[in-house]
């Protein structure tokens, strides 16, 4: 399922992290049930990292969230919050290319917050992902309402349980659609048999 790739440039960065978006889509209530401390997180299209400071938060000090963007500018941007915040011995920043992540780490946990629209190949994204998680691992996606329709969402639903994820349920996250994920032990199975 190709896409255009359409990257939200790094210059919108304050757009993106600011007070008014924090209440609207609170990384503490969109997330805390799912981070426990001492777990590996992917933020995948960290963006500005509002989402990854607050993970990093929630790993504590034995945890680490691995910053992922395709932007180094971003990148560099969630390095000088680390810094700020205390938080820089938690995350792991990677540049990533659009073609692929770049990492081998296994996750408990990874975020795909409103960048999938922008990955040039959902379906090669995906089977990245689940390869990524670890067999207790989840994946949240969120993508925005006013981007997204009901179909592409439903095509991104679908390339997720290809990759071998299965849906679990459907948070409700504000403005957007969402699904969150694990690995599908029964197409795992069949993957490993053969």
Known sequence: MPHSLHVCP????????????????SPDKILGGYIDPGQTILDQGC???T???????????????IAVDVQEEMLQI???????????CRIITHK??????????KVDFALAFY???????????LMEVASLLKPSGKLLIAEPLIHVSESSFKNTVDAARLAG??????????????????PDSAVNIRNDLG
């Open 10 to 25: 790094w210059w919108l960065a304050q757009a993106l992290d600011n007070p008014i978006r924090r209440l609207i889509h």
């Open 47 to 49: 963006g500005s990292g």
């Open 51 to 65: 989402f990854t400071i607050a993970m990093a938060r929630m790993v504590g000090e034995a945890g680490r969230v």
């Open 78 to 88: 969630v390095r000088e919050k680390a810094m700020k915040e205390g938080l820089a």
């Open 96 to 105: 990533s290319d659009p073609g692929g992540i770049g990492i081998s780490d």
């Open 115 to 125: 960048m999938i629209h922008e990955v040039p190949d959902v379906d090669a994204f």
């Open 165 to 182: 994820l299965k849906p679990v349920s459907k948070p409700k996250i504000r403005f957007s659609r969402s699904m969150l994920f694990q």
